[in-house]
């Protein structure tokens, strides 16, 4: 039901439009940013076509009723008509067994209970951990040739049509993609394939020419403030910071609110801002040594909390008590280190960590690069910044 999207109304009327009207391509691409409700929404719009009321006498024109045994199959993802494909890293598994990983019907599951759940591989390799998959994370051709194209030839076991949810069309092999495109070509009268992307030119230029396209905008963080104290029982100030950390996602918002450890880097980030600011070496080793322990993929998201304090100040010099800050929790200090900082360059702050992030991502020595930054950090607050993390690392 599109009571499951949360905002996008100008994206999900279109879509309703099309079911109130009978008038439903075969093939749609929803695109936008992660998690601002593309999969939400595919998998609304997927109950509202298996829907028995819909569009019948007392039912819903442009929705699904929610209550029919159609609309509660659908929901728990195990409508016969319903089929849903996410993108995972090749397994060890024979040639002539399904390789999908032991956990997708896990994923699959806590998909049906939120739409928005941090359910992608490549965002996290393993369901109860916060990191990323180690392994190449795409749609190949086999998965596709023997799951989606055989299951999209299917007549309609119980419902009006056969449907297919296919995530993340932007990682498609091209071997895959090619498989797909014989799909899109010739669909079947009662197939409608429903695919997601972030990015619109990663995708093959022949699908997107097949696809109807509608487009998912950021959230606003009151948005997903909102939602966050509404649907997941977040408690309003955790929920305040995790939407204005959320980057418009109301995934990250759920990753950001559910993860101790976004917690505790978040107050690392503010402790390193903080000796930074005195410059002395017996407060600044001590951070440095703990955020090293990160990894080089663990400072570089690190250094995004960091990069996000800096934007704090800046907003909060420029804005006042009323500036749109993202450590809400944290205002009074943040507006007390503005004021303890008169000639501070807080530009040129912000320049430093994206430097200090650009240097980690080329492999550059961790705590040498972060003890660098934290100096330059020091003589930016004070006003004597040269702009320039390289030098010193050139001089060291």
């Not at 019948?56 to 199959?73: N, S, W």
């Not at 390799?125 to 749609?139: F, I, M, R, T, Y």
């Not at 669909?187 to 396209?213: H, K, Y």
Request: glycine share 8%; aromatic share 4%; charged share 25%.
């Amino acid at each position: 039901m599109w009571s499951r999207v949360i905002g996008q109304e100008r994206s999900t009327d279109l879509l309703a439009h099309a079911l109130a009207s009978d008038r439903v391509a075969h093939a749609y691409l929803l695109h936008g940013p992660a998690g601002t409700g593309k999969r939400a929404a595919a998998l609304a719009f997927a109950q509202a076509l298996l829907c028995e009321r819909r569009g019948r006498p007392g039912g819903p024109e442009g929705d699904a009723c929610g209550t029919c045994l159609a609309c509660t199959k659908a929901a728990r993802l195990i409508h016969p008509d319903l089929h849903v494909y996410l993108p995972f890293p090749k397994t060890s598994k024979g040639a002539d067994k399904d390789d999908r990983p032991s956990d997708y019907p896990e994923r699959l599951a806590r998909l049906a209970a939120e739409p928005y759940a941090p359910v992608d591989y490549r965002q996290r390799g393993a369901l109860d951990d916060d990191g990323p998959s180690n392994k190449q994370v795409e749609h190949r051709k086999r998965p596709i040739d023997e799951l989606l194209r055989r299951e999209m030839t299917f007549v309609p076991a119980e419902g009006r049509h056969v449907v297919g949810v296919l995530t993340d069309a932007d990682r498609i092999r091209t071997a895959a993609a090619n498989s797909i495109l014989k799909l899109l070509e010739e669909p079947g009268p009662d197939v409608v394939l429903l695919l997601t992307a972030e990015r619109l030119d990663l995708v093959l230029p022949t699908i997107l020419s097949r696809c109807q396209r509608v487009r998912f905008d950021p959230l606003a963080p009151e948005v997903i403030e909102a939602a966050l104290v509404a649907r997941s029982r977040v408690p309003a100030d955790e929920a305040a910071v995790a939407a204005r950390m959320a980057d418009g996602s109301y995934t990250r918002a759920l990753e950001v609110w559910g993860s101790p450890a976004v917690g505790s880097q978040r107050l690392l980030a503010l402790e390193f801002v903080r000796a930074a600011w005195g410059g002395r070496p017996d407060k600044v080793s001590p951070v440095v040594q703990t955020a090293t322990k990160l990894g080089r993929e663990g400072i570089k998201t690190w250094l995004g909390l960091v990069s996000l304090w800096v934007r704090d100040l800046v907003l909060a010099q420029v804005g006042g008590p009323g500036a749109p800050i993202v450590n809400v929790d944290q205002a009074e200090n943040v507006h007390r280190f503005v004021a303890a900082l008169p000639h501070a360059d807080l530009g040129a702050m912000a320049e430093l960590v994206e430097q200090a992030a650009d240097a980690i991502q080329a492999n550059a020595n961790a705590g040498l690069v972060l003890t660098t930054l934290a100096l330059s950090l020091r003589d930016a607050m004070h006003g004597r910044s040269t702009g320039q993390l390289v030098r010193p690392l050139d001089a060291a």
